[in-house]
Nanobody
Framework: QVQLIESGGGLVQPGGSLRLSCAASGRTFSMYAMGWFRQAPGKEREFVAAISWSGSITYYADRVKGRFTISRDNAKNTVYLQMNSLKAEDTAVYYC??????????????????WGQGTQVTVSS
């Protein structure tokens, strides 16, 4: 089990950038696939991006592909989400999550065993 704490959210204008961080506790962080999800008001939580334990494999939702980049630093027990060209529709609470399994395409949210509390991202002028 890992404990996850997100940071880096805030208010940004359309077209701007933010970098979210997710710090994990525990010495087994490098064994986990990590994902970012988001939930907008009145909507279901949705997948944003995921990264394998080594960082060599990444997946993105179509609506963020080319704008967002997920990365990780296992030495720092941290996963990042760089968000560029932000749009109003990116406004949501962003969550990071950990999965003690091999990353695969379309992996369901139920595969992620540990979740952070979330950080608010608001894109508005």
């Amino acid at each position: 089990q890992v404990q996850l704490i997100e940071s880096g959210g805030g208010l940004v204008q359309p077209g701007g950038s933010l970098r979210l961080s997710c710090a994990a506790s525990g010495r087994t962080f490098s064994m986990y696939a990590m994902g970012w999800f988001r939930q907008a008001p009145g909507k279901e939580r949705e997948f944003v991006a995921a990264i394998s334990w080594s960082g060599s494999i990444t997946y993105y939702a179509d609506r963020v592909k080319g704008r967002f980049t997920i990365s990780r630093d296992n030495a720092k027990n941290t996963v990042y989400l760089q968000m560029n060209s932000l749009k109003a529709e990116d406004t949501a609470v962003y969550y990071c999550a950990a999965a003690r399994s091999r990353l695969r395409p379309g992996m369901p949210q139920s595969s992620y065993s540990d979740w952070g509390q979330g950080t608010q991202v608001t894109v508005s002028s």
